[in-house]
């Protein structure tokens, strides 16, 4: 192991675009060294962790599946070799099958539940027990887990969707209620502006959706990565007494819904 990095580390799954790389950029910012992690696309994750080295810090990009549990504790002691510290982790990696209707259950199998289930409810458990004890050693630890208001209003991409940040939530509650010093929160994102959501459900039914959620919600907007990183940064950072909160961050859609 390395010595130990004056600067505070953070970890981010799925970082490579949208809120990962938003908020890997956000603690750059602030004097954070980074890694994060990606499936596929490490070419973006490396432009990701250029741009974090423009603020004076250290960052790395990891290839790394978080449904599989070896992918996990390699992250964890990467980083630790690294920079012998982890002081936050963020579990934004996650998947979904774009089944809109739910009513439609012809449209999903038992292998898309438990491949949801697997990257977005197993993969942020691997995590936290891979990053558990060296986030004891941090004077203030803390995991942010960025689940969905599809997992509190039963809405969104698809049912298996739905159903795994519901388990998301839950699982956070009990961290939070079980894990301490460490810190467990979620963020509860509703319809984040970016290229993910506008792939998975095609231009025409993505600017639908935008323009009648900016009109709709009480204050007449939907979310950008850079909003939903500052919730996640203040749930590191400044809410230092605060455990167990599911967020929603959504523009106020959830009050009419």
């Given at each position: 192991m390395s010595n130990i990095s004056k600067n505070k580390v953070a970890i981010i799954t799925g970082g490579s675009r949208g809120v990962g790389a938003a908020?890997?950029?956000?603690?750059?910012?602030?004097?954070?060294?980074?890694?994060?992690?990606?499936?596929?696309?490490?070419?973006?994750?490396?432009?990701?962790?250029?741009?974090?080295?423009?603020?004076?810090?250290?960052?790395?990009?990891?290839?790394?599946?978080?449904?599989?549990?070896?992918?996990?504790?390699?992250?964890?002691?990467?980083?630790?070799?690294?920079?012998?510290?982890i002081d936050a982790l963020v579990n934004n990696a996650g998947t979904t099958k774009f089944v809109f209707n739910h009513a439609d259950l012809d449209g999903l199998d038992a292998e898309d539940f438990l491949h949801i289930y697997k990257v977005n409810v197993v993969g942020p458990f691997q995590m936290v027990r891979a990053c558990k004890e060296m986030l004891n050693k941090s004077?203030?630890?803390?995991?942010?887990?960025?689940?969905?208001?599809?997992?509190?209003?039963?809405?969104?991409?698809?049912?298996?969707?739905?159903?795994?940040?519901?388990?998301?939530?839950?699982?956070?509650k009990s961290m939070a209620r079980n894990l301490g010093p460490i810190r467990v929160n979620a963020i509860c994102p509703g319809f984040i502006q970016g290229e993910w959501l506008r792939k998975g459900m095609g231009d025409e039914l993505y600017n639908a959706a935008k323009e009648n959620l900016t009109s709709s919600t009480p204050l007449n907007l939907t979310v950008t990565p850079q909003q939903v990183a500052e919730g996640i940064y203040n749930f590191i950072e400044i809410s230092r007494v605060v455990t167990g909160e599911t967020m929603l961050m959504d523009g106020g859609h959830h009050l009419i819904i």
């Open positions: 908020t890997a950029n956000l603690l750059a910012s602030k004097g954070w060294n980074i890694t994060i992690t990606c499936t596929s696309s490490i070419k973006d994750a490396n432009v990701v962790v250029q741009d974090c080295e423009k603020y004076g810090v250290e960052a790395i990009a990891i290839s790394a599946d978080v449904s599989e549990d070896e992918s996990c504790v390699e992250t964890a002691n990467e980083t630790i070799k690294k920079w012998g510290r004077e203030n630890p803390s995991v942010v887990n960025i689940s969905s208001i599809a997992g509190i209003k039963g809405i969104g991409s698809s049912l298996a969707y739905a159903s795994s940040k519901g388990a998301l939530n839950t699982m956070t």
